[in-house]
């Protein structure tokens, strides 16, 4: 079975753009989770998606949205992006909510110049 | 407010050693999932054991063991004799019972073992 998929793996952006980062779950899995690493700030919970809905977003601006698709892929937006957007972004992906076991994919690298 | 203490910035051990990392929550929930995940140097989180607030059971699996006490409120972790895999970063969790997916990591243990 195919383990939690992130696209792209790196990616430098500038000040201002917007950036859309993507997941795609393991098969059969419906619960998508994204979570933010910085060495500042460490590890956040940005925002989690079940059946297409957003069903818990942890605390950051308006600027960070994402949404899931019926084939429970999900993407997430970063508009008007900071210098402290910078970050690796992890997603990951559990069979159903309350899952006990989440799996992780390998993370977005992005840098913002 | 919910907060995850990981007070051990960097271990180091040379390996068989045992080690032992701690973690220190607060919550003023009753019931809560605490957790702990591995990042090894690749960078791709690894979940390594969910422990429901009611359920104080310690538990063992392979050189791996947790030491859940809702009275000091700990969940530390201990590596039984550390081999050089075992070199990463190790981070404790907690989550609310009704926000599952909400979680919040503390700020991680630097584990480096030595061969």
């Known amino acids: 079975k195919a383990g939690v998929t992130q696209t792209p793996r790196y990616l430098i952006k500038t000040r201002g753009q917007q950036v859309t980062l993507s997941c795609s779950p393991i098969?059969?899995?419906?619960?998508v989770s994204w979570y933010q690493q910085t060495p500042g700030q460490g590890l956040q919970f940005l925002f989690e998606?079940?059946?297409?809905?957003?069903?818990n977003k942890g605390n950051f601006p308006g600027r960070f949205s994402g949404r899931q698709f019926s084939n429970s892929r999900s993407e997430m937006n970063v508009s008007t992006l900071e210098l402290g957007d910078s970050a690796l972004y992890l997603c990951?992906?559990?069979?159903?909510?309350?899952?006990?076991?989440?799996?992780f994919g390998p993370g977005t690298r992005l840098l913002v110049l | 407010a919910q907060k995850v203490t990981q007070a051990q910035t960097e271990i180091s051990v040379v390996e068989k050693e045992d080690v032992t990392l701690d973690c220190v929550y607060e919550?003023?929930?009753?019931?809560?999932?605490l957790f702990w995940y591995k990042q090894p140097p690749s960078g791709e989180l690894v979940f390594l054991i969910r422990?429901?607030?009611?359920?104080?059971q310690n538990e063992i699996s392979g050189r791996y063991s947790w030491n859940f006490q809702k009275s000091t409120s700990s969940f530390n972790f201990t590596i039984t004799a550390s081999q050089v895999v075992d070199s990463a970063v190790y981070f404790c969790?907690?989550?609310?019972?009704?926000?599952?997916?909400?979680?919040?990591f503390g700020p991680g243990t630097s584990l480096s073992v030595i061969p």
């Open positions: 990951a992906s559990s069979i159903d909510r309350g899952q006990e076991t989440q799996y």
């Open positions: 098969s059969g899995h419906r619960s």
């Open positions: 998606y079940f059946s297409e809905t957003q069903r």
């Open positions: 919550t003023r929930d009753t019931t809560y999932y």
């Open positions: 422990r429901n607030s009611f359920d104080e």
């Open positions: 969790a907690l989550a609310d019972w009704t926000s599952y997916d909400k979680v919040i």
